[in-house]
């Protein structure tokens, strides 16, 4: 009996430690598994961290404060457009951004030229808006984005379909505006922005007299032509492209004329003052630019001339020349007055004021002769040849014969050496004029 107790007793003992190791073995599995919960929680905290670095879209653009410019290398064969950008930063975020163009021949840029009704991009192309309407779009959508590479392109020309109502394309924008972060502030030039002209005022002994149009964008020459017109408007560009100037077939010279006037033309867009030129002689041949063998010195001190003129903010004429005449012969002189204007590059470039009479002679020629003899005859202070030049050169300053003042007998006191009466070359020139506007 007491053995069977004892059977009894050890089994209970044997079921509890049996037991008891159980539990501590599922004890121990449990804790054992305690951490994995552990990666729940920290992630929110890591979340959030990420987030406070990642979300100052500012500080990915944050770029120095200052003006920022950038423009194409050349002209486009094409086209004749060349295209630059000019930026402000303000407070390390672009305030402002201004796409515009520069014509290989110089001349209002190309913003300008469009509000100005001139390039006519929707009624010559069938465009949804004009040029400069969409070229303020593109501008609006860097402001926005404040980042140039934000833009992405639909086809190899650089047309995109990430701003509403933009056609035409715009990779040269966000380029340049790319290229113009990347060199930093350059500040703005020294120039005032605009179109700038002057000519020559006589024709030389070739019978040519030089003409410089510049364009000024962001204080910066960004165009320059340098041309010469005869009397009768023509180019001598044009002349020179055509082969009918043929400076190398005649002279021997290294190049042809218009070809060399680039050259000049290029070092002033490089160098961007005209004093930088140094000249080899009294005639004005230079050293300065390879390839040049002609006098540059009645171009650069063009372009000086005109950038201390100012920038011409009249509408520019039509390329052409443009004829006036009176009705009839006068019943007092026997004369019929007629004047011919030339325009080139929209500007007034050379001006005859004549006269004919019922032979059909010309009055300039009979005076040349000694056959008018106003001197002589009517003790004037000068020829009339002479005082018809003297109004042509006012007209060639003025650019515009309403500049001309005449008192009520046709007469004039604002032009030195001049006693005739003036008020048909006036009217007539703005007769010829009209045509041009």
């Known amino acids: 009996m007491t053995k069977r107790i004892a059977r009894i007793s050890i089994s209970v003992l044997l079921i509890f430690s049996l037991a008891a190791l159980m539990l501590l073995f599922t004890q121990c599995s449990k804790e054992e598994e305690a951490p994995a919960p552990a990666p729940v929680e920290e992630p929110e905290p890591q979340a959030e ?22 423009q194409e290398d050349g002209f486009s064969e094409k086209t004749g457009w060349k295209y630059m950008v000019t930026l402000e930063v303000e407070d390390g975020e672009i305030v402002s951004a201004e796409w515009n163009g520069a014509n ?39 402001l926005e984005n404040q980042d140039p590479a934000a833009i992405t392109y639909s ?43 002057a000519q020559a005022m006589e024709f030389a002994g070739s019978g040519w007299k030089s003409t410089v149009d510049l364009t000024v964008v962001s204080g910066r020459i960004v165009a320059a032509y340098w041309d010469a017109v005869n009397e009768a408007g ?20 290294q190049a042809e004329w218009h070809v060399q006037a680039q050259e000049a033309e290029k070092f002033l867009l490089e160098s961007q003052d005209p004093a930088a030129v140094t000249y080899s002689d009294d005639e004005g041949h230079t050293d300065d630019i390879a390839g040049v063998s002609i006098h540059v010195n009645d171009f650069f001190e063009l372009v000086e001339k005109a950038l201390n003129d100012g920038p011409d903010g009249k509408a520019p004429y039509k390329d052409g020349t443009y004829h006036a005449e009176a009705d009839s012969f006068s019943e007092s002189s026997g004369w019929k007055a007629t004047i ?9 470039v050379a001006v005859n004021w004549n006269a004919v009479n019922e032979a059909g002679e010309n009055k300039k020629e009979v005076d040349a002769a000694g056959e008018y003899g106003m001197v002589e005859h009517g003790g004037a202070q000068s020829d009339w040849t002479v005082q018809a030049n003297l109004m042509e050169q006012r007209l060639l300053e003025t650019q515009d014969p309403a500049a001309i003042s005449y008192n009520e007998e046709g007469k004039t006191d604002a032009i030195s050496g001049v006693s005739i009466h003036v008020d048909d070359f006036v009217e007539l020139a703005a007769e010829a004029l009209a045509e041009a506007e």
Do not use: C
């Open 340 to 348: 011919d204007i030339a325009v080139a590059n929209g500007f007034i």
């Open 49 to 70: 961290e990420q987030v406070t670095e990642e979300a100052p879209t500012v500080e990915a653009a944050d770029y120095e404060d200052g003006i920022y410019f950038a």
């Open 234 to 253: 023509e180019s001598k560009k044009t002349a020179s492209e055509e082969g009918d100037y043929g400076m190398v077939a005649n002279s021997q010279a």
């Open 104 to 142: 290989v021949e110089g001349g209002l840029d190309k913003k300008t030229t469009d509000k100005m009704g001139m390039y006519n991009m929707v009624a010559i192309a069938g465009a949804q808006a004009e040029w400069y309407e969409q070229a303020e779009k593109a501008e609006q959508f860097l």
């Open 155 to 197: 086809d190899d020309e650089g047309h995109t379909d990430d701003i509403a109502g933009v056609s035409i394309h715009v990779v040269e924008f966000f380029e340049l505006a790319e290229k113009a972060l990347a060199q930093g502030p350059s500040g703005l030039g020294p120039y005032e922005d605009g179109r700038y002209f």
